[in-house]
């Protein structure tokens, strides 16, 4: 469901449940001509969008603004949005505290941008990881009081890590495509695999008619297929099942 069009009945519903509650979590991003500046945030939404239709799960408004950075092109005239680190902490770590108040104990944001490199950390998942750990820490401190680990009455706080009830998994950070997933597809930037990727999701985010190879990162996007980007999807569609079941 859609967080902003649930009601509070519904809201308490999940909560009780523990329905996973999603962040499509990116970036604005220029990605060649022929693409959509959205694409690493729309991957995530319309992914979450087919999940949505097989289980019951919160999806939250997308958060578009991370650090897309001007490593690939200058933002005049293309569209990328760069809001820096400082920025993107403060407001995860706001957004997770606020979360964690409603009440909710299994949430997840889903990232697609700069991923290749998520077991290293790029700027805006290692925001919002470490805004994540921090609310964490803090809702604990402030409900279970100081000492809190350290008690007898956690005595058994092992063997719940080893059941899965683990506090500090109630928030989690996730690329969209792990490295098992990487290994079988083309991890690129607006080349054949996030073209296919788009193509295979929201074609209206593709038009191939502007394409232009004349930089580097760009030529094999001329391959590019909706079958090849299909074959991202299912991978996806599998991992993403997995992670938030």
């Not at 519903?13 to 729309?42: C, F, M, R």
């Not at 009081?145 to 007898?152: A, I, S, V």
């Not at 607006?190 to 990727?197: D, K, V």
Request: proline residues 5%; without cysteine.
């Amino acid at each position: 469901m859609r967080y902003e069009m649930m009601l509070p009945h519904q809201i308490r519903t999940a909560i009780d449940q523990k329905w996973p509650v999603v962040l499509p979590l990116g970036v604005l991003e220029y990605h060649g001509e022929h693409l959509a500046v959205g694409l690493d945030t729309l991957v995530v939404v319309r992914v979450l969008e087919q999940l949505e239709s097989e289980m019951d799960m919160v999806v939250l408004p997308p958060f578009y603004y991370g650090a897309g950075s001007y490593t690939v092109e200058p933002p005049e005239g293309n569209g990328t949005v760069q809001v820096d680190t400082d920025a993107l902490a403060p407001f995860a770590l706001h957004l997770f505290r606020s979360l964690l108040r409603i009440g909710f104990r299994n949430i997840h944001a889903v990232i697609h941008h700069q991923s290749e490199n998520f077991l290293d950390g790029m700027p805006t998942d290692l925001s919002f990881k470490l805004a994540g750990r921090r609310a964490l820490f803090d809702h604990l401190l402030a409900e279970r009081g100081e000492g809190w680990w350290g008690d007898n009455k956690m005595a058994d706080y092992y063997q719940q890590h080893a059941d899965g009830d683990n506090p500090f998994n109630w928030i989690q950070v996730h690329p969209m495509m792990d490295q098992s997933i990487i290994e079988q597809y083309d991890f690129d930037h607006a080349g054949i695999g996030e073209t296919s990727l788009l193509m295979a999701l929201d074609p209206s985010g593709v038009d191939m008619t502007k394409l232009s190879t004349e930089k580097w990162y760009l030529e094999s996007a001329q391959h590019a297929s909706v079958e090849h980007g299909q074959r991202a999807v299912d991978l996806v569609l599998e991992r993403m099942r997995n992670v938030l079941r």
